[in-house]
């Protein structure tokens, strides 16, 4: 059984930086797509991102492109999501997730598991 354990949330100014870790255990890594989502309170969980299990390729939702990016180190078990200049409106629980997917897409069900969540608070 896969475990995920998210860390690095925290508050932050508008403008600055967070990097974000998930660190897995129990399984395979590299053999998993891992994904980024977010929730943020009276909304929808909504992709952020992905990357590939041999790091070929990443993928961005639209509203986080050019500011986030994903990377991983299989042979830490981890995978990261660095986030720049960050807006309020990027407020919200962020959760990893990993698929067995090659590409997962960017619905929560091609997930087959999920890290319990670290918040990121951005003020104004």
């Known amino acids: 059984q896969m475990q995920l354990v998210e860390s690095g949330g925290g508050l932050v100014q508008a403008g600055g930086s967070l990097r974000l870790s998930c660190v897995a255990s129990g399984c395979t890594f590299s053999a998993y797509y891992m994904g980024w989502f977010r929730q943020a309170p009276g909304k929808e969980r909504e992709f952020v991102g992905g990357?590939?299990?041999?790091?070929?390729?990443?993928y961005y939702a639209d509203s986080v492109k050019g500011r986030f990016t994903i990377s991983r180190d299989n042979a830490k078990n981890a995978v990261y999501l660095q986030m720049n200049s960050l807006k309020p409106e990027d407020t919200a629980v962020y959760y990893c997730a990993a698929s067995t997917y090659y590409s997962a897409s960017a619905s929560a069900t091609s997930y087959d598991y999920w890290g319990q969540g670290t918040q990121v608070t951005v003020s104004s």
């Open positions: 990357i590939t299990r041999d790091i070929s390729f990443t």
